[in-house]
């Protein structure tokens, strides 16, 4: 009796295994905000990233994740450049030489704060083309002729081929921002 009963067990186990993997389960489809927020490309020697890791890391996390995003939308753009000044000569004892700098390093920080993808490019020459990116990003360089190009991304550096671009199309988390050239 007892090996008839485990056996109805089975068998009732292995249908439900069956019913189960035959059944089609639909993933909700992962979308990207259809309206992407446009805005000029920075494009600067300086490494905002790089800065972040080596001078402000220790405190805040290499990426900034250390920073309370609740006290970064409450603040006014007028006082975040003066934090962010504030921080990189005090605490940060890495004043930075230009207001260029301190102006790339806040919107760093404003995109930063809105979640969004951040990109910066060092260099685009015969060599090709480069710079710094938000980690987990991805990247696709877009040439006048519509042509498509995309960027390799490790950690916060992105390259791609040499060329002349005209829009840089970030993406993070479902979000969405053209970054186009002179602008």
């Known amino acids: 009796m007892r090996i008839v ?6 068998a009732l186990t292995l249908s439900t ?15 990207v905000d259809t309206e992407p927020i446009t805005m000029p490309l920075i494009v600067t020697a300086f490494k905002p990233f790089e800065y972040h890791v080596n001078a402000c890391g220790n405190c805040h996390g ?7 995003k609740v006290s970064l939308r409450n603040m006014s753009d007028d006082r975040l450049t003066q934090v ?5 000569e ?3 004892q890495s004043p930075l030489d230009t207001d260029e700098q301190l102006a790339v390093l806040v919107k760093y920080h404003q995109l930063f704060r809105d979640d969004l993808p951040i990109v910066v490019q060092n260099q685009n020459d015969a ?8 980690p987990g990003s991805t990247l696709e360089l877009v040439r006048a002729d519509g042509q498509k190009v995309l960027a390799i991304v490790t950690g916060h550096r992105w390259s791609a081929a040499a060329g002349e671009y005209v829009k840089w ?9 053209v970054f186009e050239a002179g602008k």
């Open 84 to 88: 962010v000044r504030e921080m990189t």
């Open 169 to 177: 199309v970030a993406t993070l988390n479902d979000k969405r921002v």
């Open 127 to 134: 060599s090709g083309a480069s710079g710094e990116i938000s």
């Open 17 to 31: 295994f069956v019913w189960l993997a035959g059944r089609e389960v639909e993933a909700p489809a992962k979308q």
């Open 62 to 68: 290499s990426y900034a994740q250390q920073h309370n």
């Open 5 to 10: 009963l485990v056996v109805i067990c089975l």
């Open 90 to 92: 005090g605490q940060g």
